[in-house]
Nanobody, 125 residues
Framework: QVVLVASGGGLVQAGGSLRLSCAVS????????MGWFRQAPGKEREFVAG????????AYGDSVKGRFTISKDNDKNMVWLQMNSLKPEDTAVYYC??????????????????WGQGTQVTVLS
């Protein structure tokens, strides 16, 4: 019954910015952490960023450190991913995910039991 809806993707030029949003709903939701993953054609699903609901600790993939920022609003059950200085290699489908099994931020897809539909991000060279 947990529903994640990701939005905000689109086409941007290299060096531009996008802000992705993820809305979480479900009365049975007992999530501990939220994460963003991305997957490009021919590539494995890659961890991008994550945040713990309680405490707010964050984690980032090496390829996006210093460029992307994850944030949340516990009252609204919302998570955002601010993406700056975008590069063509950032092009991928971005997925929002919820974890109910860890108190930290899982860095692998196995740590997340609920997934959104994904939103396409395309960065033009």
């Amino acid at each position: 019954q947990v529903v994640l809806v990701a939005s905000g993707g689109g086409l941007v030029q290299a060096g531009g910015s996008l802000r992705l949003s993820c809305a979480v709903s479900g009365r049975t939701f007992r999530g501990l952490a939220m994460g963003w993953f991305r997957q490009a054609p021919g590539k494995e699903r890659e961890f991008v960023a994550g945040v713990v609901w309680r405490g707010g600790s964050t984690a980032y993939g090496d390829s996006v450190k210093g460029r992307f920022t994850i944030s949340k609003d516990n009252d609204k059950n919302m998570v955002w991913l601010q993406m700056n200085s975008l590069k063509p290699e950032d092009t991928a489908v971005y997925y929002c995910a919820a974890s109910e099994v860890a108190y930290g931020v899982p860095r692998t897809a196995l740590g997340y039991g609920h997934w959104g539909q994904g939103t396409q991000v395309t960065v033009l060279s």
